[in-house]
C-alpha cells in the first residue's frame, strides 16, 4: 500500500521524496509505505487550510449543508468499516474485535453525533433596559493543528477532526508516524463525498517538527494535542511562542482503580485486568495503578496472576485473541527497560516480565502481561505512565489512605471505585483528582461525555459539546438601534 499526503485536495508526496516503511507490529512485516514529509510540507497544508477557511467555502455553509457532509462521511465509514477494522488492526496490533466492535463503530458515531450537535448551536440574546440588546454568538476558531497517536489513530482523530469540521473550520491533521493507515483512509473518503478542497489536509512525517510548526505556525488558530506530557508541554511552549493560539491537550496518566474488601471479588478481578491490559496497556486511562484493600490484597494479587496468564496473546487479526502487539519496537523496548527499573527497585515480579517469542511471535512486539506488587509511591513504576501491559498494586488500610495515594500523582486522568457501599463511592469519588472517574466499571466512555484530565493530564477536553466549543470561539454583539451621545460622567 501506498500512502501519500493529502494537501488542497491533492494527493502529493514529500517535498523531499522521503518514505517510510510501515510495519505491522506483530509480524514485523513491511505492510505499507507512507510519505514521510518536511516542515515545508506543513507549511503547504498549512496555506491550504487557511486559504481555504479565509474564503469562506466551508466556515459559510450552514450547520445543516456541514451537518450533511459528516453524514455522507459517516456512511461511507459504515460502507467500509470491516476493511478499515482489519487495517487498523495491521497497522497498531491491537485486536480484531476492538477494532470491530469498538474503534470504528465509534468513530462513525462521532461523525454523527457531531453533524447533530452543530445544528443545535443557537445564538442568544439579551434586551437591556435602555431598549439595546446584546447577542451572543458561536463562530469557527479558524485554521485547526490536529495532532493524535498511534494506540487509537482514526477514534482519536475522529475526536478532533469531527467537531472541528462542524464548527466550520478547517483542518491539518498529523497522526502518528507510525500509524498513518486508517488517517489515509479517512481522507479518501473526504475526497469521495467531496470536502472542498483545503478544508482537511493530511500531512504525514516525524512529529517533533511537523508538530512543533503547527504549533508555533501564526498562520494557525488552534492545535490539539493527544499524547504524552512531555510532548504537551513541547506544544504548549511553541504555542506560546507562537500567536498565543487556543490550545487543548489531553496527555499522560496514571490511573488509579481502588477495590474496597466488600466488592464482588472475581467481577473486581475481570475489572481490574480489563483496566490494564485491555489495547496492551497502550491506553491514556489504563488503570496501572491497582489499590486493593489489605484484608484481600494477597488473594487478588493472587487471582491476577492466574488469569493474566491466562490471557491468549497473538496477532490481533484471529478473533480468539484477547492480546496484541505493542504498536512499535522501539515502545516495546521502552516498556521492557520500565519493568527492569521495576525489578532493580525492588518491586516483587508476580508475573510477566518478558517478551514473548514463542509461538511464532519472535517477529512481532509482544510483552507479557505483567504485575508487580508490593510497590511504594517512591518508585519509578508507580509515578512514571508506563504505557504497557503492566500493572503496579498496593494494598491500603482504610478509606482516608485510598484517596491519599490515589491523589499522589502529577496526573489526574482517570480513577475508578469498586465497592457496594455508594455512599462510600460518591465520598471517595468527589475526592479523587481526575477528569473521568467510574464507580464498579472502567473505560467505558460515551461520545456525548466530555473526555479530558486535571493536572499535568491536560487542558481542555474532547467529546460531548465541551469537545465542539473548543473549536469554536465565543463573540458578543452589543446592538444599539441609533447612536446617542456618551454622555460622560453625568450625575
Not at 463562530?139 to 489513530?153: A, D, Q, S, T
Not at 504548549?236 to 482503580?257: D, F, Q, Y
Not at 456525548?448 to 465565543?474: C, N, T
Request: aromatic letters at 8%.
Amino acid at each position: 500500500m501506498k500512502i501519500d499526503m493529502f494537501i488542497d485536495g491533492k494527493w502529493r508526496e514529500s517535498l523531499s521524496g522521503g518514505r517510510k516503511d510501515i510495519l505491522n507490529p506483530a509480524t514485523g512485516e513491511v505492510m505499507a509505505s507512507a510519505a514521510s514529509g518536511t516542515v515545508e510540507d506543513t507549511k503547504l497544508a498549512i496555506k491550504a487550510a487557511r486559504v481555504a477557511f479565509d474564503s469562506g467555502i466551508w466556515s459559510n455553509l450552514s450547520a445543516d449543508e456541514r451537518a450533511n457532509y459528516l453524514y455522507k462521511i459517516a456512511d461511507r465509514l459504515e460502507v467500509k468499516a470491516a476493511e478499515i477494522a482489519l487495517l487498523e488492526t495491521e497497522n497498531n496490533g491491537k485486536v480484531i474485535r476492538a477494532t470491530t466492535n469498538v474503534d470504528i463503530p465509534a468513530t462513525i458515531q462521532i461523525f454523527r453525533y457531531y453533524g447533530d450537535q452543530i445544528k443545535l448551536i443557537k445564538e442568544k440574546s439579551y434586551n437591556r433596559e435602555d431598549s439595546s440588546e446584546t447577542i451572543i454568538t458561536q463562530e469557527p476558531i479558524g485554521v485547526c493543528g490536529l495532532i493524535v497517536p498511534w494506540n487509537f489513530p482514526l477514534m482519536i482523530a475522529a475526536q478532533s477532526i469531527a467537531p472541528a469540521l462542524a464548527a466550520g473550520n478547517t483542518v491539518v491533521l498529523k497522526p502518528a508516524e507510525v500509524t498513518p493507515v486508517s488517517a489515509y483512509k479517512l481522507f479518501e473518503i473526504f475526497e469521495e463525498v467531496g470536502l472542498p478542497a483545503g478544508v482537511a489536509n493530511l500531512i504525514l512525517g516525524p512529529g517533533s517538527k511537523m508538530g512543533n510548526e503547527l504549533a508555533e505556525s501564526f498562520e494557525v488558530d488552534q492545535v490539539t494535542l493527544t499524547g504524552g506530557t512531555t510532548a504537551g508541554q513541547s506544544i504548549l511552549r511553541a504555542a506560546a511562542a507562537g500567536n498565543m493560539k487556543n490550545v487543548t491537550l489531553e496527555l499522560g496518566g496514571k490511573s488509579p482503580l481502588i477495590v474496597f474488601d466488600d466488592v464482588d471479588f472475581e467481577t473486581a478481578v475481570e475489572n481490574a485486568m480489563f483496566g490494564i491490559f485491555h489495547n496492551a496497556g497502550q491506553v491514556c486511562t489504563a488503570a496501572s495503578r491497582l489499590l486493593v484493600h489489605e484484608t484481600i490484597y494477597g488473594r487478588f494479587v493472587e487471582r491476577l496472576a492466574e488469569r493474566a496468564n491466562k490471557i491468549v496473546i497473538g496477532n490481533g487479526e484471529s478473533e480468539v485473541i484477547e492480546m496484541g502487539a505493542l504498536t512499535s519496537e522501539s515502545h516495546m523496548n521502552e516498556v521492557l527497560q520500565y519493568i527492569k527499573v521495576g525489578i532493580e527497585e525492588g518491586a516483587r515480579l508476580v508475573c510477566g516480565g518478558n517478551r514473548i517469542t514463542e509461538n511464532w511471535l519472535d517477529k512481532g512486539f509482544f510483552v507479557a502481561p505483567t504485575i508487580f506488587a508490593d510497590v511504594n509511591s517512591n518508585m519509578r513504576i508507580v509515578k512514571e505512565e508506563i504505557f504497557g501491559p503492566v500493572l503496579v498494586v498496593e494494598k491500603f488500610k482504610d478509606e482516608e489512605e485510598a484517596v491519599q495515594k490515589a491523589n499522589d500523582s502529577i496526573y489526574g486522568l482517570a480513577a475508578a471505585v469498586f465497592t457496594e457501599d455508594m455512599d462510600r463511592a460518591r465520598r471517595v469519588v468527589s475526592k479523587l483528582r481526575a477528569g473521568i472517574t467510574w464507580i464498579n466499571s472502567y473505560h467505558l466512555a460515551y461520545i456525548d461525555s466530555p473526555w479530558g484530565g486535571y493536572k499535568q493530564s491536560g487542558i481542555g477536553r474532547s467529546l460531548g459539546v465541551a469537545g465542539l466549543e473548543h473549536f469554536m470561539e465565543l463573540k458578543q454583539i452589543n446592538i444599539h438601534q441609533k447612536a446617542k451621545p456618551v454622555g460622560w460622567y453625568e450625575n
